[in-house]
């Protein structure tokens, strides 16, 4: 009885408390917290699943919020082995553990943590012995360091060992109050990492441990380390990809961020990352209170169909929170774990993947507002195509223009198979980022001449048969079926290739002669087809097999990213692709999820991509690699291939944003593929091809009002339902258009 009472009374303090936390949560960060929080009512005990990750596009971490000891699994995105030609793997860089001296058999209360997207701030509370600790750790980009502030509300009450752990061995120095290591990877690449501590009250001193010099921390009030972390490695290949020595680098990044107050910093880094995460807002539907004030891990699991919408919101902008802190401008791209990675033989060697993976990272960019996020995926394609073209050349017998491996490191080095087209899939990301910014410099300068050398690669490398149609030699459906010619990938992306080249070179009003030549081929090009059972042929010959349920659906490249197929211009082979993603089947890894929400939003089947999405929203568990129906989501919400890879995260972000606003035709779509379950709903800042950022709300499953701004002056048509209509937008100008698309 008694402790039934007791049960009956901790439960209801519990309520209490839930209810005046969320109530003040409310009060204090208005409409924004519901939507953008990720919290846990314990520490992370597994890396992949369940830790939470923080980074700037060139560091980050993986934070474990532990009680007694905190954990922390830091990056840096060029810690690579290999060289231009053997492909090596992405590394973990290191750890730093700071143990605290709590009395062990203390019992924590009140324990959370918590990831706050709206602020890129990672927070950890609890209570023991009746003191409050608070931590909060940031990893700027302005500052280029991993901020940890650790607080008590009793004096003195912050006593900790820290220690600092290189991933590869070497010995760990001790220094005033940092501790630092550095070494050289068997490339000859120089890496090297500290950590620097201030505190308020007590003393910091330095002890030897097993592995090196350790910090300790006696009796501060407060308690702020800096981490820094970094390599030789630069982007300039005529540099021999080695820039400044590592640790004069991180010296000097400590050392300016240690003159700024822990506010300071903070404040510099919320500026800096809201200027690019608040460009969108996202609401999708009522989530009920106590399912929202669930722990992330315990709301995933209970996660159903249409009752969290809030959850659906809120992958999406996990999504964009995650390219913002693995892609920033300067910087190297996301690789397949983006920059988080605890392992020295990562999965795929954590790799930059051309036939999907690497690509699907940069869906979201445009239209989700993160321009800015696109370009180091642009840069890594500038920076690598000489290496590129040295190895193509040799591969393919001389031939003009460059293209990719399968596996692919930042110095252009590669393994696995050929992937002939790969190149070709990346321009669409030059002609996208045209499209969206509609950034003539950059078009005339950089997309153009890189489309003009990829049609040159074909122009060399197609075959012509007797009757003059053009076919990819050697192309392989990734990655299944034979090589063979005429593969309906390949095929399709040449088509794209071409297709973004002339309408490049009529905007620049440029090469007219080899305009009509590349159009020419296009015109010969072997076309996508459609095979005995209604489908759309992945190959030449009709033998595609209705129960073949692979995660690659490459075939539909047409479909997306491409634009050779849609509904609107195309019904037919748009039906057939129906019918080949029907096979498929909705289940599958998380990447192909993802594909598979900008497949049926494509298809304008809002419910079907609807269908798909509450599968990626399934609770992943196992570490073991799956390459049939396993992928979903783990608690800390990374996507699960399984493994971790965050293309999955990634194209999901893209998936919503198709389902809510396309302009891959020559119109914008509004709300092109709502499914029943959003009934409600709005979104801001959505960007389109021709520069428009769009603002909608809807309401009973229609359109209430539309705004619509123009950057760069191009004409406007929008298509809502059955209804068409256009109009002329100077540079800076808005509408607000009406249900009937009215003004
Ligand atoms: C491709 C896919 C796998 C995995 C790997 C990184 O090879 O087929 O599913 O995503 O990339």
Redesign the pocket.
């Known amino acids: 009885m008694k402790i039934k009472n007791n049960v009956m009374i901790f439960l209801f303090a519990g309520l209490v408390m839930m209810f005046s936390v969320s109530g003040n949560a409310q009060a204090s960060s208005k409409e924004k917290e519901p939507t953008g929080v990720l919290k846990y009512a314990k520490p992370a005990a597994d890396w992949m699943t369940e830790a939470l990750p923080i980074g700037n596009g060139r560091i980050g971490g993986m934070i474990f919020g532990g009680i007694n000891e905190e954990h922390i699994q830091f990056n840096e995105n060029s810690l690579w082995t290999g060289d231009e030609k053997d492909t090596g793997e992405y590394q973990d860089f290191g750890d730093l553990f700071i143990t605290f001296s709590n009395e062990e058999s203390a019992v924590p209360v009140d324990y959370q943590r918590k990831l706050d997207l709206n602020q890129a701030l990672h927070q950890t509370a609890f209570t023991l012995d009746g003191i409050k600790y608070s931590r909060e750790y940031f990893c700027s980009h302005p500052d280029q360091v991993i901020a940890l502030q650790f607080k008590a509300s009793g004096r003195g009450a912050i006593s900790a060992t820290l220690k600092l752990n290189d991933a590869h061995g070497e010995k760990i120095i001790g220094e005033g109050n940092s501790l630092h290591f550095s070494g050289k990877l068997n490339n000859g690449m120089q890496y090297a990492a500290q950590i620097t501590v201030k505190t308020k009250g007590g003393k910091v001193g330095i002890v030897s441990g097993d592995q090196g010099d350790q910090l300790q921390v006696e009796s501060a009030d407060e308690l702020l380390v800096l981490l820094d972390a970094a390599t030789d490695f630069i982007q300039d290949r005529s540099k021999n990809w080695k820039g400044e020595d590592p640790q004069l680098r991180i010296k000097r990044e400590l050392t300016a961020a240690g003159t700024k107050s822990y506010q300071e910093l903070k404040k510099r880094h919320i500026t800096d990352y809201t200027a690019l995460f608040d460009r969108v807002a996202l609401t999708l539907g009522e989530t009920d209170q106590y399912q929202q004030s669930m722990p992330m891990d315990k709301r995933l699991e209970t996660y159903q169909p249409t009752q969290d919408p809030g959850l659906e919101a809120l992958m999406f902008q996990y999504g964009r929170y995650l390219l913002i802190s693995s892609s920033r401008e300067g910087g190297l791209p996301a690789n ?1 774990q983006g920059l988080w990675n605890d392992s020295n033989h990562p ?2 060697r954590g ?1 930059y ?1 051309s ?3 690497v690509e699907m990272n940069y869906w979201p960019a445009e239209p989700a507002n993160l321009s800015e996020c696109h370009v180091p995926f642009l840069d890594y394609v500038v920076s690598t195509k000489d290496v590129r073209k040295e190895q193509t050349s040799e591969h393919y017998s001389g031939v003009r223009g460059w293209t990719y491996q ?1 596996e692919n490191n930042i110095f252009g080095g590669a393994s696995y198979t050929w992937n002939p087209p790969a190149s070709a899939w990346y321009a669409l990301h030059f002609w996208e980022h045209y499209a969206f910014t509609r950034d003539s410099f950059y078009l005339k300068e950089t997309a153009y001449p890189l489309l003009k050398e990829l049609c040159w690669f074909w122009e060399d490398h197609l075959k012509e048969r007797e009757d003059g149609t053009l076919v990819s030699p050697d192309g392989w459906s ?2 299944q079926g034979p090589i063979e010619e005429g593969v309906t990938y390949d095929q399709e992306i040449i088509y794209d290739l071409f297709t973004n080249y002339i309408e490049a070179s009529e905007i620049l009003n440029v090469d007219a002669d080899y305009r009509a030549r590349i159009t020419d081929m296009r015109n010969r090009l072997l076309k996508p087809k459609i095979g005995r059972w209604g489908q759309l042929q992945e190959w030449e010959k009709d033998v595609d097999d209705p129960n073949n349920k692979h ?2 659906v490459s075939h539909l490249f047409a479909l997306h990213p491409g634009r050779q197929i849609s509904p609107l211009n195309t019904p037919e082979l748009a039906e057939a692709a129906r019918v080949s993603l029907t096979a498929r089947g909705d289940k599958a ?1 998380g ?2 999820m993802a594909w598979k929400m900008n497949f049926w939003a494509r298809l304008l089947d809002g419910n079907h991509a609807y269908t798909i999405l509450s599968n990626f929203m399934h609770l992943a568990k196992g570490h073991d690699t799956d ?1 049939s129906e396993g992928g979903g989501v783990y608690s800390n919400l990374l996507c699960a ?1 399984p493994p971790f ?1 965050v ?1 999955g995260n990634l194209g999901y972000v893209a998936g919503v944003a198709e389902m809510l606003l396309q302009s891959q035709t020559d119109a914008l779509q509004l709300l092109p593929a709502l499914p029943n379950a959003w009934p409600n709903g709005s979104v801001k800042g959505l960007c389109t091809r021709g520069g428009f950022v769009v603002d909608m709300d809807w309401i009973a499953g229609n359109l209430r009002i539309v705004r619509i701004k123009s950057n760069a002056g191009c004409p406007l048509k929008i298509v809502y339902k059955d209804k068409v209509v256009e109009y002329k937008l100077a540079k800076g100008d808005e509408i607000k258009l009406d249900a009937d698309l009215k003004k």
């Open positions: 397949l999965a795929w790799d993947h036939n999907i993976n399968t990734p990655e995660r690659h890894t990447w192909s390459y291939h890879q293309d």
